[in-house]
């Protein structure tokens, strides 16, 4: 049987012209196989594998050879230092996200009974790093994916925190509830927009990717229904598309929101966008 050292070899150039990270991938792959840490594979370079364990890991080369993405041949992804679970129900977490999570925490004191609502929760990230870092609020989330649901309470029951999960089409089956918080990473991306075409995005979930009014229709429909859930000086915080800030911006604005603000991602793109609940907020002109 091959050894580590070649078997990784041989994946790393299989997957050359597929992968910007071919070597990572092959060895991110090969430790979920075996179920070793990657400095195991450094120390033992000139083991070979188990046949069962060598036809296991190129089954999952081929795949992502096709663009199936890391994350959904393991199971599993990384995300504000924790390891979450994660399925083709969800999106993948990605680095955006902690922009969003950083900005609501700046909005949430430490002490206190909060209330905070996460909209389209997906495998659950926002909920739940939401809990943790704010252990004195009360979390609640929606989605429309059932089994989107299934798996956020399965990384809420990993992870020791207590949400409270709708089947909701954004606020259709919440409580009569007012919110300190309601965020959102809704979809946002226009239907005709080529980034769809991308290998790692034709794996992902549409439904989660999606949205009409060239990426808009969301955004305006959990705006002007947010006020009804909203405490009288709560915020409304969503991540968006890096084009989309003054888009966002303007759709707050006319809902009367106020202190509106963007703030950008690790990449200094424009991401995320919020405003607060202002005395007009939701009153038509």
């Known amino acids: 049987m091959p050894s580590i050292k070649t078997t990784l070899s041989e994946a790393q150039h299989t997957l050359s012209t597929h992968s910007e990270s071919a070597l990572l991938d092959a060895e991110t792959l090969l430790c979920h196989v075996v179920n070793k840490p990657r400095t195991y594979l450094r120390a033992w370079p000139e083991k070979s594998l188990a046949t ?14 096709h663009g199936c993405p890391v994350a959904y041949l393991t199971g599993k992804k990384e995300f504000w ?9 969800v999106l993948i977490p990605r680095p955006d996200t902690e922009c969003l999570i950083e900005q609501c925490l700046t909005l ?18 926002i909920a739940i790093i ?35 999960f709708f089947h ?20 946002y991306i226009a239907p005709n927009d080529p980034h769809l075409f991308k290998a790692n995005l034709q794996h992902e979930p549409q439904h989660a990717l999606i949205a009409q009014e060239n990426g808009l229709a969301d955004f305006r429909q959990i705006t002007q229904s947010a006020p009804n859930f909203l405490k009288p000086d709560g915020f409304l915080a969503f991540e968006h598309g ?9 759709i707050l604005h006319d809902s009367h929101f106020i202190n509106i603000a963007t703030h950008n991602d690790l990449a200094q793109l424009p991401r ?11 009153k038509p002109y």
Do not use: C
Request: hydrophobic share 40%; glycine share 6%; aromatic share 6%.
């Open 272 to 282: 995320v966008t919020l405003g607060q609940m202002g005395l007009h907020t939701g």
């Open 130 to 164: 939401l809990a943790t870092e704010r252990p004195n609020a009360q979390l609640y989330a929606t989605d429309l994916s059932l089994a989107a649901l299934t798996l956020a309470q399965h990384n809420a029951t990993r992870h020791h925190v207590l949400i409270n």
């Open 52 to 65: 069962a364990e060598l036809n296991a890991f190129l089954a999952l080369i081929e795949q992502r050879k």
């Open 108 to 125: 949430l004191p430490n002490t206190g009974t909060l209330t905070i609502l996460d909209l389209g929760t997906g495998s659950g990230i």
């Open 81 to 89: 230092s924790r390891e979450f679970s994660v399925s083709p129900e």
């Open 242 to 250: 890096y084009n989309q800030a003054s888009a966002v911006q303007k």
């Open 168 to 187: 909701s089409n954004w606020f259709t089956a919440i409580p009569n509830l007012q919110f300190d918080l309601i965020v959102s990473n809704p979809p």
